[in-house]
């Protein structure tokens, strides 16, 4: 994924274990050319940093309204 295609809120499937998070933080660089992003996994109490390749962003119809998606929060809590 993309530095520029990251934003805040975003939901996003990380490939290593194959679950859901949401991006809480801005993509950082590092040395070697690897961009690291801050995620939170869904349900969860769990923050890790990940690499960017290793995140790919959910169908537009499972994102928040905030970033452009048709997912709301009650839906989500009550889903």
Known sequence: MKSSDIKLGLRVR???NDLIAVVVG???YHTGGATLTRI???NSTRYE???NK???A???AEQFEGVGGQLKVE???NG
């Open 49 to 51: 940093y990940m690499i």
């Open 26 to 28: 801005t993509p950082e």
């Open 14 to 16: 990380v490939l290593p």
């Open 58 to 60: 959910l169908p537009l």
């Open 40 to 42: 939170k996994y869904e």
């Open 54 to 56: 290793q995140l790919v």
């Open 75 to 77: 839906d989500k809590q």
